[in-house]
């Protein structure tokens, strides 16, 4: 089964933000000025590729330490509601 990648055209909230689990980085990004600025069918984890490459454990993450960048916001935004027809189907 072929998943497709969620674009910045498909992120609801005004505003997208980032944070690491590793290290507290965070940033907050206006989703209009991203579509602006890098189209509207970028796909949103390219975009945390592109915002990672500027942190040293993302490009060369050690043994013990890697970078946790990532948007909370995509978990809850994407994920199906269990009362919703095909739950169980799409685990």
């Known amino acids: 089964m072929k998943t497709e990648l969620k674009t910045l055209a498909h992120f609801t909230l005004p505003h997208m933000e980032l944070n690491c689990s590793a290290c507290g ?4 990004y206006n989703v ?3 579509i602006e600025k890098h189209g509207a069918d970028m796909p949103i ?5 592109l915002i990672g ?3 040293p454990r ?3 993450p050690s043994k013990w330490e ?5 948007c909370n916001d995509l978990i809850y935004m994407f994920s199906p509601l269990p009362g919703k027809d095909g739950y169980s ?3």
């Open 25 to 28: 980085r965070k940033g907050r």
């Open 32 to 34: 209009a000025r991203l």
């Open 45 to 49: 984890r390219d975009f945390i590729d």
């Open 53 to 55: 490459q500027t942190c």
């Open 58 to 60: 993302w490009v060369r």
């Open 66 to 70: 890697s970078c946790g960048l990532g």
């Open 89 to 91: 189907d799409e685990r």
